[in-house]
């Protein structure tokens, strides 16, 4: 069974804004925070983000990242 990391609070991973380098807040995990009932905007997340639909085979847990400082948000693909 694979566990992702950060869902699971095993480890804590660390990722940067890439504008002003400000660590990013782990938002959790982008299903839970779209909720699912929302599709519309999960369609629009996986436009923008390549291969997003081949992660729930490949284990990975896709996070949303939010830059509290210039609001940027990212989304992050954890291995489990
Ligand atoms: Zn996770
Ligand atoms: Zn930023």
């Known amino acids: 069974m694979n566990v992702c990391p950060l869902c699971n609070g095993l480890r ?15 938002q959790g995990k982008v299903t839970d925070y779209f909720g699912p009932y929302s599709p519309y905007m999960e369609i629009d997340r996986m436009k923008q983000v390549d291969g997003y639909e081949t992660t729930w085979r490949n284990h990975e847990c896709v996070h949303l ?3 509290p400082y210039c609001g940027e948000e990212e989304v992050r693909f954890i291995k489990e």
Do not use: I
Not at 13 to 26: G, I, Q, V, W
């Open 12 to 26: 804590a991973l660390y990722f940067f804004c890439p504008h002003c380098r400000t660590e990013l807040e782990d």
């Open 65 to 67: 990242f939010y830059c």
